[in-house]
C-alpha cells in the first residue's frame, strides 16, 4: 500500500528552524520524485520544493531557496525539508507528496499520492 507520512511539525519561533521527514513506502523509490507543499490559511497550496528519485536534481520556490534545503535518503525512504529563518507568513499546512517530475512550475499538478499534511506554525 502506498504511503506517504509526515513528522517534525509543530511551533517554531520567526527566524528559528524546523526539519520535516516524510517517510514513504509501497511504491519504487527508484522512479519517485518527491516534492513540499504548503497551503497557508486562506491561500493556494504553493509547491516548496522537489528532488529527483536519485536526489541528482532539486529545485525551489524562488522566494525559499536560500532558506530552505531538500533531500532524501531512499535507503532510510525518507525525505526531509530543512527549514531555516521561519517567517511569519510560515505558517501553513506542509505536506509532501509523490510526484513523477521535479519540476517545482509544473509539480503540483504530478503529483499522484499525497501525505496527509502536518501543521507548522510560526509564534513567538
Known amino acids: ?3 506517504l507520512v509526515e513528522s517534525g511539525g509543530g511551533l517554531v519561533q520567526p527566524g528559528g528552524s524546523l526539519t520535516l521527514s516524510c517517510r ?3 511504491f519504487r ?4 520524485a ?5 497551503q497557508a490559511p486562506g491561500k493556494e497550496r504553493e509547491a516548496i520544493s522537489c528532488v529527483s528519485s536519485d536526489s541528482k536534481f532539486t ?8 532558506r530552505f534545503a531538500i533531500s532524501r535518503d531512499n535507503a532510510e525512504r525518507t525525505c526531509y525539508l530543512q527549514m531555516t529563518g521561519v517567517e511569519d507568513a510560515g505558517t501553513a499546512i506542509y505536506s509532501c507528496a509523490r510526484t513523477d517530475l521535479c ?6 499538478k504530478r503529483v499522484t ?5 502536518t501543521q507548522v506554525t510560526v509564534s513567538s
Do not use: M, N
Request: glycine fraction near 8%.
Open 29 to 32: 523509490w527508484d522512479q519517485s
Open 24 to 26: 514513504f513506502s509501497g
Open 103 to 108: 519540476d517545482i512550475t509544473r509539480v503540483r
Open 113 to 117: 499520492h499525497w501525505a496527509q499534511g
Open 59 to 66: 529545485q525551489y520556490s524562488f522566494s525559499l531557496k536560500e
Open 1 to 3: 500500500q502506498l504511503q
Open 34 to 38: 518527491i516534492g513540499w507543499f504548503r
